[in-house]
């Protein structure tokens, strides 16, 4: 074929695609579609293996794996996407490792902040959620100015777990409850003259703790997907998991792809009658 009659062959293509993609999503839509997915992106370094590649390459592809999915997501609908790119027991592997995950998040981080990039052109805002202090300062930075500058968009909200776990998750929360009581105690003694706080105000409770998670602005997933076969849940969104669909599917991360994604909201369609039953039952 020539190069006009290529042109024409792949905008006819693209165009077949596209139509593709939105017959589907209509089709999806027929059923409860999840308002918020969570991801454990597993098996990155067994892409890798297989493969006779870098384990860099296995993060790297892991990336792709992680727009495409999110670009579905957002066609479909789905307000909340949020991930596990990096927890605090990660630091325990081997230094290069950490340092190219590092590196691939600074340089990620920097193509986001691009005017043109993906995240910017969807209009999705960007959170990133665990410890940040644990990251290197540079990243630090960069992440900072990314949730700055994405903090007025509204379409769609991505979650980037990073230094986090359930448990510390957990931890800081009691913690900065604890401390906001003490403070509201320690302002009401003073202002009545007492030294003397009454001992239910030092209370914390449900909602005292939930408004300190990190992950307070969002809703509690409806699915967490967890690839390469793993049934664990990696100390991964502990406190907002008990009424999701947990989903596990054999593929790798890097490969996991829309068809992997389908098939996760087919199942989640099945069982949502039964999840909502189980939470009003409560
Ligand atoms: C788990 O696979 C994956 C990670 C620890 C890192 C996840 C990172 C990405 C998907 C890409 C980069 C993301 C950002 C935000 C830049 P594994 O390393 O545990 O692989 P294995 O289970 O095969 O050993
Ligand atoms: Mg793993």
């Known amino acids: ?34 308002n918020h997915v969570a991801v454990i992106m597993d098996g990155n370094r067994r892409f890798a293996r ?8 296995g993060h790297r592809f892991g990336f792709l794996s992680l727009i495409s999915t999110l670009r ?34 600074q340089e990620k981080l ?18 990133f959620v665990g410890n940040l202090s644990l990251l290197p300062e540079q990243v630090q930075d960069s992440a900072k100015k990314l949730m700055e500058e994405t903090a007025h968009n509204t379409r769609a909200i991505l979650s980037v ?15 900065e409850a604890c401390d906001e009581n003490r403070l509201i105690c320690t302002m009401r003694c003073n202002s009545s003259g007492t030294n003397k ?11 005292d703790l939930e408004k300190h998670m990190y992950m307070a ?3 509690d997933p409806d699915i967490l997907i967890r690839t390469s076969g793993e049934t664990r849940l990696s100390n991964f969104l502990l406190w907002q998991s008990c009424f999701c669909y947990l989903h596990i599917t054999k593929a ?19 069982v949502q009658p039964y999840l909502e039953k189980m939470k009003k039952k409560l």
Not at 12 to 34: D, E, H, M, Q, T
Not at 161 to 175: L, W
Not at 252 to 262: A, K
């Open 217 to 219: 602005h969002c809703p």
């Open 1 to 34: 074929m020539d190069g006009l009659g290529d042109g024409v062959f792949s905008k006819v293509y693209v165009s077949i695609c596209n139509f593709l993609r939105k017959l589907l999503w209509a089709i999806l839509a027929v059923g409860p579609i999840p």
């Open 72 to 105: 579905n997501c957002y066609e479909l609908g789905i307000k909340y996407v949020t991930v596990y790119a990096f927890s605090i027991d990660n630091f325990k592997r081997k230094p290069d490792e950490v340092g190219g995950l590092m590196e691939l998040l």
């Open 252 to 270: 790798l991360w890097p490969e996991f792809s829309l068809r992997h994604l389908v098939w996760a909201i087919l199942e989640y369609q099945r």
């Open 50 to 57: 297989t493969r006779k590649l870098e384990k860099e390459y």
């Open 161 to 175: 777990c990073v230094c986090y776990t359930s448990t510390d998750e957990i931890a800081h929360a009691v913690q």
């Open 110 to 127: 920097e193509d986001a902040l691009k005017e043109e990039s993906f995240i910017k052109t969807c209009g999705i805002k960007v959170l």
């Open 197 to 207: 706080g009454n001992s239910d105000e030092f209370l914390v409770t449900l909602a």
